[in-house]
């Protein structure tokens, strides 16, 4: 029993719940309407800004506070700014912000309340703030600033807060994520929540703890399929109940969201009755005249199920029953298969035989039912005997429940454990293709991996002269490259900051000319493939002008918080005409330790003394240095 429980979890958990075609609602910032009463500490803003060095602990200079002062004294009448310790803010709409003190603090509740549901947002966070996310008001993901934690635990971001109860029976002791994934402060911060809230019978007595099905941290999955068995510390309310408000922690320091959405969903009561099938011994799409023909074998089930008599390679099977459902109303399946389908319902086809390649296929459904019974027809057939025959019927309002017998579909089980590469003492590389943003249309294929012992990697796009993405954690998963004949492809193990794929490296005409796309090999720079520095076992990447040679090293701190780019001319007249783009985004600011904000996402700091420019060019922003010495620096930060 206990492993017929863990293989369909195991199924349900597989579904993708990304490929759902119900729209995630936004929650709207245009206001705090969606939001209970609070003390005054949450507002609404247009844009966020926080300081990433200073923390929020750290007590502001005499002069500091005179400066703000003067300057709110000079623009009373005109100023929409405020700035408070790292935290500086506009005013707007669309980012929602906490700035308490002593006097206001207090937590923030929604209006609606939800059982089952998805939950997706960005946070930000100053250095040393700390909040949380609480499902139903009761269960919290923590929110603190861990960057650059090596072994988090259940009080950092990601984490599942224990509580503090000390009676036996009582006590949880929370769960720390998988991986830290955790941005520097003052970045904005992704996260996925998947929620299935905890099931109570009609006495009202709990049958199902509440449960994590997944929790994702800056695209880095940290938690997955993880049960609750009480609420964690500092509920709204230390009971459990079957639906509740999201409470967000308002006492412990500033902390920005936006991009809020959600989906609240609840199970539906249907189900399939009075099943009926009919088994035809041959692979037939005219389906009207194969219902008229003998069928080799016929009866009545329980269950949707392909555990019947004459269904082996080549055949066709009819099934008719009902959805039976309480109430009218639009409910939401998943139907997949092997070979061919078609379902119709209430005589109206919802999907098409189409053509079997080879692949699973996968069709979300909507559909209308009336209260009661609504009939249907599901029409089956394989003729490629190599395939398995499978076929599944999925509720999905909520998180996907079966509405077949489990041997009919199973879950895709990989052939092979993953294939990683593992970085120890020493740098790692390896040879790849690489598919900019996980997009295999934006496929770059002369990249090399490296590894540092730090934990902080990177992705050189060869093509480009060109770090094309920065993570930190475990090395890559080369599986798609090596097993059985592969695609050439690896893949980051971390949550990855892509950068940008373009050319860094040029002679350009003036300071507005725009980058080529790749090196030019026929005049300007190009490629010299790399060399590996013996001190340090690292790649230095090679490029030559004529007779001008440039060194390109990049080395991780030893803490694995940035990655430092430094080029050097080795040989040849310093490069005057020769720029280097540091980044791009639709946003660069200027930040008050002269390092440069992209887009919120990443910061660049220059190390060198010459002179950086933001520039626009096909509407980006560029943030470039011209080369007019010997050697330039810079540090990424992530």
């Known amino acids: 029993m206990r492993q017929h429980f863990l293989t369909l979890l195991l199924l349900l958990t597989s579904l993708s719940l990304t490929a759902q075609q119900v729209p995630m609602e936004s929650l709207s910032l245009d206001n705090l309407s969606a939001f209970q009463e609070q ?40 100023d929409t700014s405020s700035h408070q310790g790292p935290v500086h803010y506009e005013a707007g709409t669309g980012i929602l912000l906490n700035m308490n003190d002593e006097t206001k603090k207090d937590h923030l509740l929604t209006t609606f309340e939800h059982g089952d549901i998805l939950l997706e947002l960005e946070v930000m966070m100053p250095k040393g703030s700390n909040s949380g996310i609480y ?38 002791m929370g769960k ?61 309310e230390n009971n459990e109940v079957a639906r509740g408000p999201i409470m967000i922690q308002g006492d412990h320091g500033p902390v920005a969201f936006r991009n809020i959405k959600y989906r609240l969903m609840k199970e539906s009561d249907v189900a399939l009755s009075d099943i009926s099938y009919k088994v035809y011994e041959t692979a037939s799409t005219n389906i009207d005249s194969l219902i008229n023909a003998q069928p080799v074998q016929e009866g009545v089930i329980n269950q949707l199920t392909t555990d019947l008599p004459e269904v082996d390679d080549d055949f066709t099977v009819v099934y008719e029953g009902n959805f039976t459902t309480p109430e009218a109303g639009t409910y939401q399946f998943k139907m997949n298969y092997m070979g061919r389908a078609q379902l119709k319902v209430g005589g109206e086809a919802k999907t098409e035989l189409g053509n079997f390649d080879g692949y699973k296929v996968q069709n979300d459904l909507t559909l209308e039912l009336s209260a009661g019974e609504t009939p249907f027809r599901l029409v089956y057939l394989k003729e490629t005997p ?27 089980i990989p052939e092979t454990g993953p294939i990683y590469v593992k970085v120890t003492d020493e740098p790692r590389m390896l040879r790849a293709f690489l598919d900019y943003e996980g997009d295999q249309s934006q496929r770059l294929t002369h990249t090399i991996g490296v590894g540092e012992p730090s934990g902080a990697h990177f992705v050189y796009n060869l093509t ?14 080369a599986t798609p490259m090596w097993y059985r004949r592969g695609d050439g492809s690896f893949r980051p193990r971390g949550a ?108 660049i700091r220059p190390t060198s003394s010459e002179s950086v420019m933001v520039r626009t060019v096909n509407q980006k922003q560029e943030l470039v240095a011209p080369l007019q010495s010997s050697s330039f620096a810079y540090s990424i930060i992530w």
């Not at 602990?57 to 004294?73: G, R």
């Not at 993901?141 to 036996?168: A, F, H, T």
């Not at 398995?388 to 895709?412: C, E, K, M, V």
């Open 176 to 236: 720390a994520p998988l991986t830290n994934a955790a941005k520097a402060p003052g970045l904005w911060q992704s996260m996925k929540i998947a929620f299935q809230a905890p099931k109570f019978d009609e006495s009202g007595n709990k049958i199902a703890n509440a449960r994590f099905v997944h929790v994702d941290l800056n695209g880095e999955r940290i938690h997955e399929n993880v049960e609750v068995p009480l609420p964690t510390g500092g509920p709204v």
């Open 135 to 172: 499902l139903q008001g009761r269960y919290e993901i923590q929110l603190l600033d861990s960057w650059g934690v090596k072994s988090p635990r259940y009080g950092d971001i990601g984490g599942i807060y224990r509580n503090w109860e000390e009676e036996p029976g009582k006590i949880y």
């Open 39 to 78: 003390g005054g500490n949450w507002m609404v803003v247009g844009s966020v800004t926080v300081d990433p060095n200073t923390d929020i602990h750290q007590k502001e200079s005499a002069s500091e506070k005179t400066k703000k002062k003067k300057k709110k004294k000079s623009k009373k009448s005109e």
């Open 464 to 477: 480009t002269g060109t770090p094309v993405c920065v993570w930190r954690g475990e090395f890559l998963n």
């Open 496 to 603: 990855v900051q892509y950068l940008f794929p373009s050319t860094s490296l040029a002679n350009l005409s003036d300071a507005n000319a725009p980058f080529p796309t790749q090196l030019n090999e026929a005049g300007d720079w190009q490629s010299n493939g790399y060399r590996i520095d013996t001190e340090t076992g690292s790649p230095i990447f090679l490029h030559q002008n004529g007779r001008k040679t440039l060194e390109d090293r990049i080395r991780a701190d030893e803490n694995g918080k940035m990655l430092t780019r430094t080029l050097t001319l080795t040989e040849g007249e310093p490069m005057g005409e020769t720029y280097l783009k540091l980044a791009e985004g639709e946003n660069i600011q200027s930040m008050p330790d002269g390092s440069y904000s992209i887009d919120q996402q990443y910061f």
């Open 386 to 412: 190599q395939w398995d025959t499978q076929i599944g019927l999925f509720s999905t309002d909520s998180y996907p429940r079966p509405l077949h017998n489990p041997n009919a579909y199973q879950p895709d």
